[in-house]
């Protein structure tokens, strides 16, 4: 890395974070305009397809720290193509659910596939030992992560 951005050690977090997403985005950057889909639009169908058990709008705001009005308007992008659908939950009627439709999944198969391949290219190199070194560490910077957000 850049030896001279990372003078203060802790800045290596933030700047990877940053080169991480814009790699991510790149990669993604020719299939989303040949499919006409936005950025947004992709990684809501690759969370509800990776997520099956996170299928509101909420969890999608939660955990893929996305904005509200962004998650609104690509889900209505997304259900206008017929690639998603909604359903009201029974026990509460303000909760609506996400479904992918037949219609997405072709679509669907091309995003994860780029999406194995960013992070295929993110981890060559990397021996099996040290991604569980990397697991590992990441595992206890989530837990202190979520403990600060308690």
């Known amino acids: 890395m850049e030896k001279e951005l990372f003078d203060n050690k802790n800045s290596i977090f933030l700047i990877f974070n940053w080169k991480m997403k814009k790699a991510y985005d790149k990669m993604f950057y020719p299939i989303i ?3 006409e889909l936005t950025q947004s639009e992709a990684d809501i169908l690759l969370f509800l397809y990776n997520n099956k058990q996170f299928d509101t709008a909420g969890d999608i705001a939660k955990y893929r720290a996305m ?13 206008q193509k017929a690639f998603i659908a909604y359903q009201v939950d029974q026990k509460d009627k ?11 999944m072709p679509i669907v198969q091309q995003l994860k596939k780029v999406q194995k391949d960013f992070f295929d290219q993110l981890t060559h190199g990397i021996t099996e030992h040290e991604y569980r070194v990397i697991e590992s560490a990441l595992d206890k910077m989530y837990t202190n992560i979520t ?4």
């Open 33 to 35: 305009r040949e499919l």
């Open 94 to 104: 303000r909760c609506i659910h996400l479904t992918l439709e037949e219609a997405a």
């Open 147 to 150: 403990q600060t957000l308690k």
């Open 67 to 79: 904005s509200k009005s962004m998650i609104s308007k690509s889900v209505d992008g997304l259900y």
